[in-house]
């Protein structure tokens, strides 16, 4: 019993076959987040995106936006004009998925076929248009369309490029447009990176509970194998050298040789941020809910916008002027109706050249879609465009919008932040700024972020939020705002970090290979070994046959 209750052999134990059973994929966690410091997941950027769209020719539009949604039993959120082919189209968001209707007939996209998308990504990537060829037609996700942004446009074509970059585009039956790009340079790197990373691998992510209930527990494992192990690494160490090793006058301040000498000494030097980098990979699923999202509640964002998108104001002249009046500035490719304090609104980017290519910053995989991209844009009031357009709502509008938002909880402040805060921020800077940032004396302590260039909140935060925000970025991604921005600093601290964290885990599964090697032949002999030969051995005796030192006791 007393050799039950010894808390150093539960320690022991603890890290030791934890270790054993989980040093592969720590060393995979770890390499893996050094690549992903430099390579994502493949996607198609928003700037790609809008680079290669046909230009935009409203002439044909017969059938106003709000008849062609209601022809297609559809509630839209947003509405997006745009060209399919030389057909113009409009593509609504209802119920969390995407659906396009002509705007000339009004008649609903039912599906385009293998050719017709081959014809719109000639018209895409008009350079590869004699090499384009079709690769599979995809009814569930693939690799790398996991993602649930992507996954509302299913299904769709994978249409391959022909050229040396081995390029993949997908477009979606549903709407005709691509919405995923990947090169056999961005498969290689994200497989390496975020696939081994989040254990991303096609069948088992698509069992999405599973999948999450899996990163989020071995996580937590994973930091119970970390607090153990420096537990034990503290209590072996010794600072006055008390330890002899066999064939050795010198003494040592640690009882272990060879590799796993090694392992003690990384344990104690990268044990505490191997700890941290589990225990926040757990938080990076937010764990039974208890953190609110970023994103605005609906009640929030209706009532910035005055209510549920309205586009009865939106008619074919109506939106045909405010592209005559945006065409002054540039060409517009796609057009998007926005709703501000229940006003309607037209928006369009600047398409930016394929020559530009090198300043496209649209790094989230949901971004390609955002109506919040830092590109040059310009707003038209739907039903007065002869007002001219602009590129910003007035202050004292998005103040009241701030107020709208929620009008029971009074206002602590309200500032206009021209640079990131410690919550509002991306190195990338494709964050949107300036912005309103409005902080509430609700039991929430709520933050909301509200985007003058768009009409929209960009961001909300709450007390949990925040705290989750240091919980899983800033321990996981170390985003420190003393050390985030000041690269290669940054640099070098995550990637030795990970490095000490990639010697814990190789030095670990050298001794586990061996302990499982004699375990193994242990059982052998157990098996193959009649019944009555077995000596019983005393609980000292276990020990030694089980490899602990005299230390452990």
């Known amino acids: 019993m007393r050799w039950l209750l010894d808390w150093r052999r539960v320690f022991i134990y603890t890290h030791r076959w934890l270790g054993i059973a989980g040093c592969v994929v720590f060393l995979a966690w770890f390499a893996s987040g050094i690549v992903m410091m430099y390579e994502r997941i493949p996607r198609l950027t928003a700037e790609e995106r809008l680079a290669r769209m046909a230009p935009l020719d409203l002439s044909a539009v017969q059938v106003a936006p709000a008849d062609a949604a209601a022809a297609a039993g559809l509630v839209p959120e947003r509405m997006r004009v745009s060209m399919l082919g030389d057909r113009p189209v409009y593509r609504f968001l209802s119920a969390g998925d ?12 039912r599906g385009v076929s293998v050719d017709e998308a081959i014809d719109l990504i000639r018209r895409f990537a008009p350079e590869h248009a004699s090499t384009i060829a079709p690769d599979a037609r995809l009814e569930d996700s693939d690799q790398w369309t996991l993602s649930g942004v992507i996954r509302a446009h299913m299904p769709m074509y994978r249409i391959a490029l022909g050229d040396p970059s081995g390029t993949h585009l997908y477009v979606s039956e549903r709407t005709g447009e691509a919405v995923m790009k990947t090169t056999t340079r961005s498969r290689f790197w994200g497989y390496l990176g975020a696939v081994i990373h989040y254990i991303y691998f096609t069948p088992f992510r698509r069992q999405e509970e599973l999948w999450t209930q899996t990163i989020i527990y071995g996580a937590l494992v994973g930091s119970v194998m970390c607090v153990s192990g420096l537990v034990v690494g503290i209590w072996r160490y010794s600072l006055s050298r008390r330890y ?18 090694w392992h003690h000494y ?9 700890f941290t980098w589990a225990l ?35 008619t074919p002249e109506r939106m045909r002027r405010a592209a005559r009046e945006i065409g002054r500035t540039f060409p517009p490719k796609e057009l998007e109706a926005l709703q501000f304090q229940g006003e309607p609104y037209l928006m369009a980017n600047r398409p930016p050249t394929l020559a530009e290519s090198d300043r496209w910053i649209s790094t989230d995989l949901s971004a390609f879609l955002s109506p919040q991209l830092r590109l040059d844009h310009r707003v038209v009031h739907a039903t007065h465009p002869e007002r001219g357009a602009f590129t910003r709502f007035p202050d004292e509008a998005i103040l009241a919008a701030g107020r709208a938002a929620m009008p029971e909880s009074a206002i602590e402040d309200a500032v206009w932040l021209e640079d990131y805060d410690t919550y509002y921020y991306d190195r990338r800077e494709a964050r949107t700024l300036p912005v309103l940032r409005v902080r509430y004396r609700d039991p929430q302590r709520t933050w909301l972020y509200l985007d003058p260039r768009h009409g929209l909140i960009a961001y909300r935060q709450e007390r949990l939020s925040r705290l989750n925000r240091w919980l899983y970025h800033g321990l996981h ?5 003393f050390l985030y921005y000041r690269r290669p600093l940054w640099d070098i601290v ?46 000292a005796e276990h020990l030694r046959e089980s490899g602990v030192r005299s230390g452990d006791r």
């Open 494 to 539: 995550v990637i030795v970090l990970s490095l000490g964290g990639i010697t814990l885990s190789v030095t670990t599964m050298v001794a586990a290979w061996r302990r499982l090697q004699r375990h193994a032949r242990r059982w052998r002999a157990v098996v193959l070994t009649p019944h009555d030969a077995h000596p019983r051995l005393r609980p």
């Open 244 to 261: 002899r090793h066999r064939g050795s006058d010198t003494p040592s301040r640690s009882p272990y040789a060879g590799l796993m000498l």
């Open 266 to 274: 990384a344990g104690l030097i990268f044990g505490l941020a191997s």
């Open 477 to 481: 991604d170390l985003d420190f705002p």
């Open 98 to 109: 995407w659906s396009a209707v002509f705007a000339d007939s009004g008649e609903p996209v």
């Open 280 to 314: 926040s990979g757990a938080f990076s699923l937010n764990p039974w809910d208890w953190a609110p999202g970023s994103a605005p509640t609906r009640v929030q964002r209706d009532a910035v916008a005055g209510g549920p998108l309205r586009l009865d104001a939106f």
